[in-house]
Nanobody, 125 residues
C-alpha cells in the first residue's frame, strides 16, 4: 500500500509559478507509477502529468512547456513545478499512485488505485 500526503498549492497571479509536492509512504517493495491530476468545478478529473517507475514522462497537451513533473526516489516524493500559470489551470490538484508498471493511457484517472487528499490551485488577477 501507499499513503500520499500533498503540500503546496495556493493562489497566484497569471504568469506566476507554484510547486506541488506529494510525499509517498510506501509499505510495498515496488516503486509506484505516479501522476498528477486536476479537477475544476463542474468538470471531470483530467490527467496533468505522469512519471513511470523508469522515469518515462507523459504530459497533457495543455501543460506542455509550462509544467514539469519530477520525483526524488531517496525522499519518496513527487513534485509538480508549474510555471506560466493561466486562469484555466485553476483546479483541485491530486497526486496518484499505482503499482502496475505499464499503462496504455497514463493520463486516465481510472488506472490509479491510490490518491492524495488534494490541494487547491487558484490562478487569478
Amino acid at each position: 500500500q501507499v499513503q500520499l500526503v500533498q503540500s503546496g498549492g495556493g493562489s497566484v497571479q497569471p504568469g506566476g509559478s507554484l510547486r506541488l509536492s506529494c510525499a509517498a509512504v510506501i509499505s510495498a517493495y515496488t516503486r509506484p507509477y505516479m501522476a498528477w491530476f486536476r479537477q475544476a468545478p463542474g468538470k471531470e478529473r483530467e490527467g496533468v502529468a505522469t512519471i513511470s517507475t523508469d522515469d518515462t514522462i507523459t504530459y497533457a497537451d495543455s501543460v506542455k512547456g509550462r509544467f514539469t513533473i519530477s520525483k526524488d526516489n531517496a525522499k519518496n516524493t513527487l513534485y509538480l513545478q508549474m510555471n506560466s500559470l493561466k486562469p484555466e489551470d485553476t483546479a483541485m490538484y491530486y497526486c496518484a499512485a499505482d503499482f502496475r508498471w505499464w499503462k496504455a493511457t497514463p493520463l486516465n484517472p481510472s488506472g490509479y488505485d491510490y490518491w492524495g487528499q488534494g490541494t487547491q490551485v487558484t490562478v487569478s488577477s
